[in-house]
């Protein structure tokens, strides 16, 4: 009989060498270009939606690189403080690499790269976990679709296992009680998503953030962050806010 591949044994110190490959790479990679690119900016993002980032990825190949998803590896890259620091001031960037966050190199302006990012907003159905934008109600009563025509009655089994109180009544779908779908502010539940989605309601739009950058024009280096002060007396060092939030 073959042997299962499942019963196959890796050993725990070959992983952690390949993970300590990979990070020596990755951080080879952003101290790489940082060499190469004029600018670096720290950006968030919210409700990410993978299609719609590689677009964005793939539009600004020949100007800009993306590295997200390792914050640490990138704050260590970056330098955590002055004493490690790739660049005078870099290490401030490091402190707004958090969460769902990322940096992009980029030979664009700052307003060109926005006009970009703001392209490739895309409205989306909000999925389990996601912090409801609004409060969806459904009133008792008969129960109308996304595209304001009833509901198919097929439908009625999926909103009662969904927690909705419904029947049928003489084929159509009928709501015995007000229903909240979610309310503003707390976490979309697995079936508040499912019913969302079945009733037409995109509360999630994936979105980039510019919250803060370092800008290197000609032998002058300007970062752009929060507070304003002077890094450096070394070289000719300037910091302005850009609103960070």
């Not at 939606?49 to 997200?68: I, V």
């Not at 490690?84 to 490091?94: A, K, N, P, T, V």
């Not at 970009?116 to 409801?132: H, N």
């Amino acid at each position: 009989m073959p042997k299962s591949r499942r019963d196959k044994v890796i050993s725990l110190t070959q992983t952690k060498k390949k993970d300590r490959e990979w990070k020596g790479g990755l951080i080879e990679q952003i101290r790489e270009a940082l060499e190469t690119y004029q600018s670096v900016f720290v950006f968030r993002c919210t409700n990410l939606r993978n299609n719609a980032f590689k677009e964005l990825k793939a539009e600004l190949s020949e100007t800009s690189r993306f590295f997200m998803g390792s914050n640490k590896v990138i704050q260590v890259a970056l330098g955590k403080g002055p004493e490690d620091e790739q660049r005078d001031g870099l290490h401030q960037l490091s402190e707004h690499v958090r969460g769902h966050a990322g940096v992009v190199f980029t030979d664009l302006t700052k307003a060109d790269l926005d006009a970009a990012m703001a392209k490739y907003e895309v409205s989306d159905y909000a999925r389990t976990g996601t912090v409801a934008t609004d409060t969806i109600l459904i009133e008792s009563g008969p129960v109308h679709g996304p595209h304001g025509g009833l509901m198919e009655h097929t439908m009625e089994p999926t909103l009662r296992k969904n927690g909705m109180p419904t029947k049928l009544n003489r084929g159509v779908i009928e709501l015995l009680a007000d229903h909240t779908l979610c309310k503003e502010g707390d976490h979309v539940s697995p079936q508040g998503a499912i019913l969302l989605r079945l009733f037409g309601h995109e509360l999630a739009t994936f979105k980039l953030d510019l919250l803060c950058g370092w800008v290197s024009i000609c032998t002058r280096t300007f970062f752009i962050a929060s507070p304003v002060q002077k890094v450096s007396s070394r070289s000719a060092v300037t910091i302005t806010r850009i609103g960070i939030t």
